[in-house]
């Protein structure tokens, strides 16, 4: 059945571009144009893809805060969150969770949850050209923690800005093992404009995304 | 699909005096047409972008077979599952037999343009499932049993008040008996009542912005973050998708998905772009347990032979309907079709069959404000002036319109005859405004006039006009 109904529309497009064999060529060509993906026309930057990653990032609403090291992240997370006595209850990437946290701070290190104050996540690449960071689920890195925090934080490494979102592609291929199951590439907060054409933030998504810069 | 495009002209007479719908729509004219118009300005390589986008649909399409055999091989390498269905029912089927075997009860849904082509969602819930739109304006919509005005952005013809009406009548079960009016608030009751549909689904459906070839993938775009948490947290994500979406590479898509941002919504880029490959890895803290790829023909093929390929570019983005005159004026409801505007003047009568959508090729005054705005070239004139021709052939066109085009074309083939008639007509027409220099009521055309004068010609024909230009040095 299921292979009957593949079949039937698998025929129905050769025929529907003539019927036509391809030679050992065009196969070829094809073949190399998928593992080596030809790049195209380009937006270009107005500035250096860091100045560039920042100016926009901002203009899409995040903020951006830049760190010496990932030392710093511990006390950048708590001038984020409400005064004391309350105590943090957030959720942390387990890539992150060996950067000395307070022991006596309510930390989730795994998938998001249904209330979600603030999330802390690792991006693989910020992308110049739009603002833009790259994130990649795996074990140590849940994708829920990107959507269902109010603010979510990202941290990324200063050196893994890329000019353009194919500089991003050819660094996760690089990456070598499988391709990952999810990839989100985020531009800041979630909105939405369906009541009335007005601008609406949040819309399902985190309210403010905050993005800390790491240098070393 | 649910296709009415029968009486559209009837429908047409009636929306000029919809306040709300004119006042809504002027949103369009205004905010979207300008925002597009200041992203591709700020863009120099905007037109080389266009020219690129093109060519690599039209590289995809003419080895459609291929690059669809390559995505589904990358996608079952992964663990996931590809789905052929030949028509809206097939894709149904498939659909409906994935959630029976998974004893589903609860469907969440990102925005799928395709899925509402097929009919899904009725299909699912005579099947007794709880369906639920996410993406904000689709969840509107389907509390209102309205369907979508515009591709894009469907709640365009609803006013605030209307949705905070519809609110106040069914957001009482979630705990909201006030009455809401401000924008802000009514959205975090949406966002209220989803939070427990995304944790609570067993399937998560949404569409596909492209298809990847190379690794498999679907991509979406959102600014809400809806379709991104319905394919994360539903135990099955499937996806329906034409299978026009597929693209061969990663970097292909990124052409047209920054061309899709800027046509859409006048932006660089959407606030999320999500690639799904497959079910959850070992050791995931979350992600789908299985993930299906429904690939829909539904017509696609019948364009992929002929004149039509073109039409299979299409990224959905909406720019030839916001720069429509006509869509502007009657809105997107009076076309009765999943897709309205230009594009979706060509692709009804294409899924749907042509008696079934008859006028709706006649609803364009081949201005070609579509195709200049659209990010693929598709030449959309051609193609509606194509079908108009089609539906000549095949008879569809009958009474006073046939009668008058066989006239027209009698005339028009005769050189001589014509310039007689023109410059007799235009001799008439100046006299029937002798007075006031305008026509209030023309015989044959009295619907017309009823609602505007006809200004008189000014001068002569142009076949006159243009040899006395020629005689001048």
């Known amino acids: 059945m299921t292979e009957a109904r593949r079949d039937t529309v698998l025929a129905r497009i050769r025929a529907a571009l ?37 100016t926009k990032a901002q203009a899409n609403l995040c903020t951006v805060e830049r760190i010496a090291s990932l030392q710093m992240l511990v006390p950048a997370i708590l001038r984020l969150l409400p005064p004391p006595p309350q105590k943090p209850d957030i959720s942390v990437a387990p890539a992150l969770a060996h950067l000395g946290w307070p022991a006596d701070w309510s930390i989730n290190f795994g998938a998001g949850r249904r209330t979600e104050p603030l999330s802390v996540t690792l991006a693989v690449a910020g992308i110049a050209e739009t603002g833009s960071v790259v994130l990649r689920s795996a074990p140590a890195s849940p994708t829920t923690l990107n959507f269902l925090p109010d603010m979510h934080v990202v941290v990324l490494r200063a050196d893994d800005v890329v000019a353009h979102t194919e500089d991003a592609w050819a660094r996760l291929r ?15 907060p979630s909105r939405t404009a369906d009541v009335g054409g007005i601008i609406v933030r949040p819309a399902h998504g985190p309210k403010s995304v905050h993005l800390v810069l790491c240098d070393s | 699909m649910l296709v009415n495009g029968k009486d559209f002209s009837s429908r047409a007479s009636k929306a000029p005096a919809d306040a709300g719908l004119q006042q809504q729509v002027s949103n369009l004219k205004t905010g979207f047409v300008a925002a597009r118009a200041r992203a591709v300005a700020a863009l120099p390589e905007y037109e080389a972008m266009r020219d690129a986008g093109a060519a690599i649909k039209d590289h995809t399409l003419a080895n459609l077979d291929f690059y669809l055999e390559r995505f589904e091989r990358a996608v079952v390498d992964r663990g996931g599952h590809v789905h052929w269905a030949a028509d809206a029912e097939e894709a149904c089927r498939i659909v409906r037999e994935i959630c029976t075997r998974t004893g589903a009860r609860t469907v969440t849904k990102g925005k799928s343009m395709v899925s509402e082509e097929i009919g899904l969602n009725e299909a699912l819930e005579a099947d007794g499932l709880d369906v639920v739109e996410t993406d904000a304006g689709e969840y509107i919509v389907q509390l209102a049993k309205e369907a979508p005005s515009h591709i894009v952005m469907p709640t365009v013809h609803k006013t605030t008040n209307e949705i905070s009406d519809l609110f106040f009548e069914h957001h009482r079960r979630h705990g909201f008996s006030e009455r809401v009016t401000d924008a802000a608030e009514l959205i975090a009751q949406v966002r209220s009542v989803m939070r427990e549909k995304y944790f609570s689904a067993d399937i998560g459906i949404t569409g596909a912005n492209f298809l990847v070839a190379e690794t498999g993938s679907n991509i979406i775009v959102t600014n809400e973050g809806n379709g991104d948490l319905t394919c994360t947290l539903a135990r099955v994500h499937i996806v329906t998708a034409g299978i026009e979406k597929v693209v061969p590479t990663l970097n292909d898509a990124s052409v047209l998905l920054r061309l899709l941002a800027r046509s859409a919504l006048g932006i660089e880029t959407t606030s999320y772009t999500t690639l799904s490959t497959g079910p959850r890895r070992p050791g995931d803290a979350d992600g789908p347990e299985e993930y299906h790829v429904v690939l829909v023909d539904n017509g696609r093929t019948k364009m992929l032979s002929g004149a039509f390929r073109p039409m299979l570019r299409c990224i959905r983005c909406g720019a030839c309907m916001n720069h429509c005159p006509v869509y502007l004026a009657v809105g997107g409801h009076t076309y009765a079709s999943v897709y309205p505007g230009p594009m979706g003047a060509v692709l009804t009568p294409m899924i749907a069959r042509h008696e079934a959508a008859n006028e709706l090729p006649h609803a364009c005054t081949l201005n070609g404000r579509c195709q200049q705005v659209c990010p693929v070239k598709i030449p959309l004139p051609d193609l509606l ?9 095949d008879g569809f066109i009958k009474g006073r319109s046939r009668w008058g085009l066989g006239v027209w074309s009698w005339l028009a083939t005769r050189p001589a005859l014509y310039r007689v008639a023109t410059r007799l007509g235009v001799q008439v027409l100046r006299w029937l405004g002798r007075s006031r220099g305008r026509i209030g009521h023309l015989p044959l055309a009295g619907e017309w006039t009823a609602g505007r004068d006809l200004p008189a010609p000014q001068g002569t024909t142009f076949h006159a006009a243009w040899a006395k230009r020629k005689r001048q040095p």
């Open chain 1, 174 to 188: 690089a990456e070598g093992g499988d391709w990952p199951r999810t990839v989100n590439i985020i531009a800041g």
């Open chain 1, 18 to 54: 003539g019927d036509r064999h391809r030679t050992r060529d065009e196969l070829a060509t094809l073949d190399r144009r998928l593992n080596a993906p030809p790049v195209g026309v380009r937006p270009k930057l107005h500035d250096d893809p860091l100045s560039q990653f920042i």
């Open chain 2, 385 to 393: 002036r194509r079908l108009r021709h089609e539906q000549w052939e």
